[in-house]
């Protein structure tokens, strides 16, 4: 294991650490807890609550800010938060609107953000949550039970974000994320491994010219493992898979996203992100926004994923709506 | 070799075409050359052209856009463009009020921008250049006299870019330019290697338990290659080399930047940041503003720089000043 640590027991707690000296303007660190609270919570509004293992960054810390996240709860490595830190993280941030809860579709998240939902029920706080369930790879796998989350979360994160800014109620909001939820689908591929830092070991391996199609972003199997092709032939077949899932008409406009798992170059991003444009314009779809970059990675895994939003009206205008977050910054 | 490629040899054209269909409402590829170009070049201002060999993105393409860069020029992968495109550059983008290069300290970097300097000059284009070079690790290197220039070049980028969309003077712009330059210094640690597409063969190899501190952005050698410590040890040793280098007082103020060379994970950046932090708060020096992120990158190569800039008022403001490019934007 070949990492910039100290301590891998302590690589969440000093990097949080890190990442509040980074973006003070943005975000503080709860004094009793594992979450990042955006530091600018005098606006009376609903807010957006996510969060789960380390090791994904910039999510979910990456997020806080405006028009996106208030808080992001921080589990250890590829390892849910337990239900008293995501309870801490809606005490924190409710302002009398409601807390909305954005879940990565993972059996240990849903009942532990539940469970803090339980708890925050008790105290009166309204809170509502979404699961987020764009992985189109497989149904059910290592820690899920139906499709997984990945980094279609991120664009659920911006559009509820900004529907929630707008002032939205609670209802409302929730709706918006739904409904970002049945439009977006994504899928990834691996051409390398991560190793855990506090197991030493990596997660999985892969032969010399070996990929994974459909890899979760904590190196759950797939679909199936081939040899590696070409850039255009890897992500033929993701946009295979995710357009057969998604009812996609012509002179539909759809929001892209090339996400970087993160030993990926950004040169490689584009190489795909070319492909991706082509196909969809082959297909009549007009792609009206794209994103690439490293949105949802997998610690040092080498690999990519690509994700689709289905827009309409009002996902296009959210989508637009001004952000201000570490990683994550729409200027209108 | 495995790389999300389709042919080594088409690496830049497809990188170009991806670059170009991802961020439409800042750049477009000039028809005749490697060139991205600011698609508003509306205002009459002084224009700023960098550049270089691929493989470093998002530098330079990812910084064209309002505040920083009016064009970047893109060689192939780690070598440096041809002086017709820089030209190419040049004529695209000046508005009257002369071209500024900005340009990394390698001897064909320099070349080349100079000749294409020439050419314009003979067009009656004003056209200065500065050099930078702010990597404190060796004296003269593999490709360099002097210093090499890496990720400080991206505050290079801001800054003057900040001069000129104030409506400076090209005098002025330069002399700013020349001032980060000043202020300016960085060095990085690689724990892993890159292959250039073209060669299919690693640039250099790195034992399992070995680093080398002070590597170039392309591989060239650094001081010596040692055993992988802790991160704290591998900030220490960087934060001395560049301390010692730039004199910074107590109370002065600085910004920081924590740049991924690729494979290294955010979070691994940000413990990185952590002990960029405290060090320089037990110096008594005052972090105005952090970055940690990809800035400079080297293909895949695993590792990370530290860049620390040295404030003044005017610095200071101009850093602050509105940019809007796709891989930075800062927000008034």
């Given at each position: 294991?070949?990492?910039?640590?100290n301590?891998?027991e302590?690589?969440l707690?000093?990097?949080?650490?890190?990442?509040?000296?980074a973006?003070?303007?943005y975000?503080?660190?709860?004094?009793n807890?594992?979450?990042?609270?955006?530091?600018?919570?005098?606006?009376?509004?609903?807010?957006?609550?996510?969060?789960?293992g380390?090791?994904?960054?910039?999510?979910?810390?990456?997020?806080?800010?405006?028009?996106?996240?208030?808080a992001?709860?921080?589990?250890?490595?590829?390892?849910?938060?337990t239900?008293?830190?995501?309870?801490?993280?809606i005490?924190?941030?409710?302002?009398?609107?409601?807390?909305?809860l954005?879940?990565?579709n993972y059996?240990?998240?849903?009942?532990?953000f539940?469970?803090?939902?339980?708890?925050?029920?008790m105290d009166?706080?309204?809170?509502?949550?979404?699961?987020?369930?764009?992985?189109?790879?497989?149904?059910?796998s290592?820690?899920?039970?139906?499709?997984?989350?990945?980094?279609?979360t991120?664009f659920?994160?911006k559009?509820a974000?900004?529907?929630?800014?707008?002032g939205?109620?609670?209802k409302?909001?929730?709706?918006?994320?739904?409904k970002?939820?049945?439009?977006?689908?994504?899928?990834?591929?691996?051409l390398?491994?991560?190793?855990?830092p506090?197991s030493?070991?990596?997660?999985?391996?892969l032969?010399?010219d070996?990929i994974?199609?459909?890899?979760?972003?904590?190196?759950e199997?797939g679909?199936?493992?081939?040899?590696?092709?070409?850039a255009?032939?890897?992500v033929?077949?993701?946009?295979?898979?995710?357009?057969?899932d998604?009812?996609?008409?012509?002179k539909d406009?759809?929001?892209?996203?090339?996400?970087?798992?993160?030993?990926?170059p950004?040169?490689?991003?584009?190489?795909?992100?070319?492909k991706?444009n082509?196909?969809?314009?082959?297909?009549?779809?007009?792609?009206?926004?794209?994103f690439v970059?490293?949105?949802?990675?997998?610690l040092?895994?080498a690999g990519?994923?690509?994700?689709?939003?289905k827009?309409?009206?009002?996902?296009?205008?959210l989508?637009d709506d001004?952000?201000?977050t570490?990683?994550?910054?729409?200027?209108?």
């Open positions: 294991m070949k990492k910039v640590i301590n891998p302590n690589v707690s000093e990097m949080l650490i890190g990442i509040e000296k973006h003070p303007e975000l503080k660190k709860l004094e807890a594992n979450v990042l609270v955006r530091t600018d919570l005098s606006k009376e509004k609903v807010a957006i609550v996510s969060g789960g380390s090791g994904h960054e910039p999510a979910h810390a990456g997020y806080v800010g405006k028009g996106m996240l208030d992001a709860v921080v589990g250890q490595v590829f390892t849910s938060p239900p008293d830190q995501v309870y801490e993280a005490k924190a941030v409710d302002r009398g609107k409601g807390v909305l954005v879940i990565k059996s240990g998240d849903i009942m532990n539940e469970m803090a939902k339980d708890m925050a029920d009166g706080i309204k809170v509502e949550s979404v699961v987020v369930n764009d992985d189109v790879a497989v149904e059910d290592t820690f899920t039970t139906g499709r997984r989350g990945i980094a279609g991120v659920v994160h559009i974000g900004a529907a929630a800014e707008r939205m109620e609670l409302e909001v929730k709706r918006i994320a739904e970002v939820i049945s439009n977006v689908r994504s899928m990834g591929i691996a390398g491994s991560c190793t855990v506090a030493g070991k990596p997660n999985f391996t032969k010399e070996e994974e199609i459909g890899i979760g972003i904590h190196g199997p679909i199936r493992r081939e040899k590696i092709g070409t255009d032939e890897m033929s077949k993701l946009m295979k898979k995710i357009l057969d998604i009812k996609i008409n012509e406009e759809v929001a892209v996203m090339v996400n970087g798992m993160c030993s990926t950004l040169m490689e991003l584009y190489i795909v992100n070319k991706v082509e196909l969809l314009n082959s297909n009549g779809i007009k792609v009206y926004k794209t970059g490293e949105y949802m990675t997998s040092e895994m990519f994923s690509i994700t689709i939003l827009l309409d009206n009002e996902i296009k205008e989508l001004f952000s201000d570490p990683a994550f910054k729409i200027i209108k």
